[in-house]
Nanobody
Framework: QVQLVESGGGLVQAGGSLRLSCAASGRTFSSYAFSTGGVGWFRQAPDKEREFVAFITWGGSWTNYADSVKGRFTISKDNAKNTVYLQMNSLKPEDTAVYYC?????????????????WGQGTQVTVSS
Protein backbone atom coordinates (compact mmCIF):
# COMPACT_ATOMS: atom_id res chain seq x y z
CA GLN A 1 0.00 0.00 0.00
CA VAL A 2 1.15 3.52 -0.80
CA GLN A 3 0.38 6.69 1.14
CA LEU A 4 0.58 9.94 -0.82
CA VAL A 5 0.87 13.47 0.54
CA GLU A 6 0.68 16.53 -1.71
CA SER A 7 2.15 19.89 -0.81
CA GLY A 8 3.22 23.13 -2.44
CA GLY A 9 -0.15 24.65 -3.23
CA GLY A 10 -1.02 28.23 -2.49
CA LEU A 11 -2.21 31.56 -3.84
CA VAL A 12 -0.36 33.00 -6.82
CA GLN A 13 -1.01 35.74 -9.36
CA ALA A 14 -1.69 34.91 -12.97
CA GLY A 15 1.58 34.34 -14.81
CA GLY A 16 3.27 33.04 -11.68
CA SER A 17 4.66 29.62 -10.85
CA LEU A 18 4.23 26.91 -8.24
CA ARG A 19 5.84 23.52 -7.73
CA LEU A 20 3.67 20.81 -6.25
CA SER A 21 5.18 17.78 -4.53
CA CYS A 22 3.72 14.33 -4.05
CA ALA A 23 5.62 12.42 -1.38
CA ALA A 24 5.05 8.69 -1.08
CA SER A 25 5.49 6.33 1.82
CA GLY A 26 4.79 2.66 2.34
CA ARG A 27 6.55 1.60 -0.83
CA THR A 28 9.37 3.16 -2.80
CA PHE A 29 8.93 4.39 -6.36
CA SER A 30 12.05 2.54 -7.39
CA SER A 31 10.40 -0.77 -6.45
CA TYR A 32 7.90 -0.13 -9.25
CA ALA A 33 10.66 0.37 -11.82
CA PHE A 34 9.60 -2.65 -13.91
CA SER A 35 5.89 -2.25 -13.32
CA THR A 36 3.31 -0.88 -15.68
CA GLY A 37 1.51 2.31 -14.82
CA GLY A 38 2.89 5.29 -12.95
CA VAL A 39 1.91 8.48 -11.14
CA GLY A 40 -0.66 10.98 -12.29
CA TRP A 41 -1.70 14.46 -11.29
CA PHE A 42 -5.37 15.42 -11.42
CA ARG A 43 -7.28 18.52 -10.43
CA GLN A 44 -10.80 19.33 -9.42
CA ALA A 45 -12.38 22.76 -9.44
CA PRO A 46 -15.62 23.52 -7.55
CA ASP A 47 -18.66 21.96 -9.20
CA LYS A 48 -16.49 20.27 -11.83
CA GLU A 49 -15.37 16.71 -12.36
CA ARG A 50 -11.87 15.62 -11.52
CA GLU A 51 -9.70 16.02 -14.62
CA PHE A 52 -6.39 14.63 -15.76
CA VAL A 53 -3.39 16.96 -15.71
CA ALA A 54 -0.18 14.96 -16.18
CA PHE A 55 1.30 11.47 -15.95
CA ILE A 56 4.74 9.90 -15.61
CA THR A 57 5.60 6.22 -15.88
CA TRP A 58 7.27 4.46 -12.99
CA GLY A 59 10.51 4.35 -14.90
CA GLY A 60 10.24 8.04 -15.75
CA SER A 61 10.78 7.45 -19.44
CA TRP A 62 7.39 8.70 -20.65
CA THR A 63 5.19 11.59 -19.70
CA ASN A 64 1.82 12.81 -20.90
CA TYR A 65 -0.08 16.06 -20.39
CA ALA A 66 -3.55 17.44 -20.80
CA ASP A 67 -3.75 19.84 -23.74
CA SER A 68 -4.72 22.64 -21.37
CA VAL A 69 -1.38 22.48 -19.52
CA LYS A 70 1.00 21.30 -22.25
CA GLY A 71 4.00 23.60 -22.51
CA ARG A 72 3.30 25.16 -19.10
CA PHE A 73 3.43 22.23 -16.66
CA THR A 74 6.19 19.67 -16.22
CA ILE A 75 5.96 16.42 -14.29
CA SER A 76 9.10 14.80 -12.90
CA LYS A 77 10.13 12.14 -10.43
CA ASP A 78 12.93 11.83 -7.88
CA ASN A 79 13.29 8.23 -6.76
CA ALA A 80 15.84 9.15 -4.10
CA LYS A 81 13.23 11.35 -2.40
CA ASN A 82 10.31 9.10 -3.35
CA THR A 83 8.59 12.19 -4.66
CA VAL A 84 6.85 13.27 -7.85
CA TYR A 85 6.74 16.95 -8.76
CA LEU A 86 4.49 19.11 -10.89
CA GLN A 87 6.16 22.34 -11.95
CA MET A 88 3.47 24.79 -12.99
CA ASN A 89 4.48 27.91 -14.91
CA SER A 90 2.47 30.68 -16.58
CA LEU A 91 -0.44 29.93 -14.31
CA LYS A 92 -3.92 31.07 -15.30
CA PRO A 93 -7.04 31.67 -13.21
CA GLU A 94 -8.59 28.60 -14.84
CA ASP A 95 -5.85 26.48 -13.24
CA THR A 96 -7.47 27.12 -9.86
CA ALA A 97 -8.41 23.77 -8.31
CA VAL A 98 -7.50 21.18 -5.73
CA TYR A 99 -4.62 19.15 -7.16
CA TYR A 100 -4.26 15.45 -6.39
CA CYS A 101 -1.60 12.88 -7.14
CA UNK A 102 -2.44 9.23 -7.59
CA UNK A 103 -0.77 5.94 -8.51
CA UNK A 104 -1.75 3.18 -10.89
CA UNK A 105 -0.29 -0.12 -12.05
CA UNK A 106 -2.61 -0.35 -15.03
CA UNK A 107 -1.22 -0.22 -18.52
CA UNK A 108 -3.84 1.97 -20.18
CA UNK A 109 -6.26 4.72 -19.33
CA UNK A 110 -4.04 7.05 -17.38
CA UNK A 111 -6.43 9.91 -18.11
CA UNK A 112 -9.24 8.25 -16.14
CA UNK A 113 -9.41 8.74 -12.36
CA UNK A 114 -11.01 5.33 -11.86
CA UNK A 115 -7.83 3.67 -13.20
CA UNK A 116 -5.90 4.81 -10.12
CA UNK A 117 -5.62 2.94 -6.85
CA UNK A 118 -4.13 5.32 -4.31
CA TRP A 119 -4.77 9.03 -3.90
CA GLY A 120 -3.43 11.84 -1.78
CA GLN A 121 -5.61 14.31 0.12
CA GLY A 122 -5.03 17.16 -2.34
CA THR A 123 -3.49 20.61 -2.22
CA GLN A 124 -5.30 23.84 -3.11
CA VAL A 125 -3.98 26.02 -5.92
CA THR A 126 -5.58 29.43 -6.39
CA VAL A 127 -4.57 31.72 -9.24
CA SER A 128 -5.75 35.30 -9.03
CA SER A 129 -6.29 37.48 -12.10
Amino acid sequence: QVQLVESGGGLVQAGGSLRLSCAASGRTFSSYAFSTGGVGWFRQAPDKEREFVAFITWGGSWTNYADSVKGRFTISKDNAKNTVYLQMNSLKPEDTAVYYCATTQRTFGQHAPDRYDYWGQGTQVTVSS
